[in-house]
T-cell receptor, first 114, second 116 residues
Framework: NAGVTQTPKFRVLKTGQSMTLLCAQD?????MYWYRQDPGMGLRLIHY???????AKGEVPDGYNVSRLKKQNFLLGLESAAPSQTSVYFC?????????????FGQGTRLTVV | AQTVTQSQPEMSVQEAETVTLSCTYD???????LFWYKQPPSRQMILVIR??????QNATENRFSVNFQKAAKSFSLKISDSQLGDTAMYFC?????????????FGKGITLSVRP
């Protein structure tokens, strides 16, 4: 079972460059999320999606854009990378259901902006 | 807005002993969910245990159990018979409900080291 797959796993960017992180899930989950993890900060929500074609802002959305054109994919874009965006990025997905609270996470992407 | 506080950045425990990780949270909701996630050095986020606020009984999963004190807004994780594989970062997390716009809010995490 693939679950939630993030591409790439590592990346180094120069300040001002752009890139897209891909999250793919094969569990037919409706809800998808992008988090960033920084030392001493825990995981903070960047953007999320409750279904194909919908996105919403999380706690720290500035400098990021997202798209959910297909149900199984959730893309996170950095238009002009900044050193403050150096972080580990996690994608997660979750089923629809009154008691379906478990989020399944990808393996993370370590991004360094120099 | 909900907040989750993990005030201990690091803890250490001897193998085979018991350790308790603390977590407090703040919310005005009456029904919600609480979680402990484990992040080993591999970076993978693994759900350890979940507690529904409407359930009075504390959740248990093998060596892992919680002490849920709703009135005090406290949710601690007890790890019994600690093993070397328990070495990881542990995150406490809160979710308001299972609906569409409900998200996980995480604490800052605690690094647990199990000594051989």
């Amino acid at each position: 079972n693939a679950g939630v797959t993030q591409t790439p796993k590592f990346r180094v960017l120069k300040t001002g460059q752009s890139m897209t992180l891909l999250c793919a899930q094969d569990m037919n989950h409706e809800y998808m999320y992008w988090y960033r993890q920084d030392p001493g900060m825990g995981l903070r929500l960047i953007h999320y999606s409750v279904g194909e074609g919908t996105t919403a802002k999380g706690e720290v959305p500035d400098g990021y854009n997202v798209s959910r054109l297909k149900k199984q994919n959730f893309l996170l874009g950095l238009e002009s990378a900044a050193p403050s965006q150096t972080s580990v990025y996690f994608c997660a997905s979750r089923r629809v259901g009154a008691f379906d609270t478990e989020a399944f996470f990808g393996q993370g992407t370590r991004l360094t902006v120099v | 807005a909900q907040t989750v506080t993990q005030s201990q950045p690091e803890m250490s425990v001897q193998e085979a002993e018991t350790v308790t990780l603390s977590c407090t949270y703040d919310t005005s909701e009456s029904n919600y969910y609480l979680f402990w996630y484990k992040q080993p050095p591999s970076r993978q986020m693994i759900l350890v245990i979940r507690q529904e606020a409407y359930k009075q009984q504390n959740a248990t999963e093998n060596r892992f159990s919680v002490n849920f004190q709703k009135a005090a807004k406290s949710f601690s994780l007890k790890i019994s018979d600690s093993q070397l594989g328990d070495t990881a970062m542990y995150f406490c997390a809160f979710m308001k409900h299972a609906g569409a716009n409900s998200k996980l809010t995480f604490g800052k995490g605690i690094t647990l080291s199990v000594r051989p």
